[in-house]
């Protein structure tokens, strides 16, 4: 069964700080691996999609890695701002049973960015 | 467009009682999936049917569980004999036939078992 970490539970930080999220999952086979936003009382926000053959992805201000063999991914947020403030949830799909596209979602980092 | 819909967005119930969710998803979409998500666990995955099936092919072994696809792109989370620890937020996401692994979620249902 795949099982997901996410480190820290909870992060603040001033305006402007660049930040890195971590994310470690115990089956490697993966096929690939989101991560999303949520705000409160909404659901989620796909931020970023890396297949399994991937290293990496960006978008804006957004950058997340992954180490497949390693069982790790991160998210870098360059010059955070206020509105970054959310869960970020990371989520691999698939595992060795064969379940390509069925998500295991981590428990979320909390970030708080402030003015 | 249109995003993936759910209702309600607050279900109470009392113990016992049996709860259907609704989800409505993007049209075209061929896979739907209920996870559920709570404060203390994260998030898993409860069920996940494709344009092909009516039934779900349950990820959870509880009997209680259950999705059914009345529509193409309607699907009806069914909770029997509703527990306390049911207590959850249940979202609901869909993904089109020709890019699978894009999930898209609803704004998800929280259900308070009292």
């Known amino acids: 069964k795949q099982e997901v970490t996410q480190i820290p539970a909870a992060l603040s930080v001033p305006e402007g700080e660049n930040l890195v999220l971590n994310c470690s999952f115990t089956?490697?086979?993966?096929?690939?691996l989101q991560w999303f936003r949520q705000d409160p009382g909404k659901g989620l926000t796909s931020l970023l999609l890396?297949?399994?053959?991937?290293r990496e992805q960006t978008s804006g201000r957004l950058n997340a890695s992954l180490d497949k063999s390693s069982g790790r991914s991160t998210l870098y947020i360059a010059a955070s701002q206020p509105g970054d403030s959310a869960t970020y949830l990371c989520?691999?799909?698939?595992?060795?049973?064969?379940?390509?596209?069925?998500?295991?979602f981590g428990k979320g980092t909390l970030l708080t960015v402030n003015p | 467009g249109a995003g993936v819909s759910q209702s309600p967005r607050y279900k109470v119930a009392k113990r016992g009682r049996d709860v259907a969710l609704r989800c409505d998803s993007i049209?075209?979409?061929?896979?739907l999936y209920w996870y559920r998500q709570t404060l203390g666990q994260g998030s898993e995955v409860l069920t996940y049917?494709?344009?092909?099936?009516?039934?779900?092919k349950s990820g959870r072994p509880s009997g209680r569980f259950s999705a059914e696809r009345p529509e193409r792109s309607v699907s009806t989370l069914k909770i029997q004999r509703t527990e306390q620890g049911d207590s959850a937020v249940y979202l609901c996401?869909?993904?089109?036939?020709?890019?699978?692994?894009?999930?898209?979620f609803g704004p998800g249902t929280r259900l308070t078992v009292t």
């Open positions: 996401a869909s993904s089109p036939r020709d890019r699978a692994n894009e999930q898209y």
């Open positions: 089956d490697s086979a993966i096929y690939n």
């Open positions: 890396i297949q399994s053959s991937q």
């Open positions: 989520a691999p799909s698939g595992d060795s049973g064969g379940s390509n596209y069925k998500l295991t």
């Open positions: 049209s075209g979409h061929v896979t």
């Open positions: 049917s494709q344009s092909d099936a009516q039934r779900d």
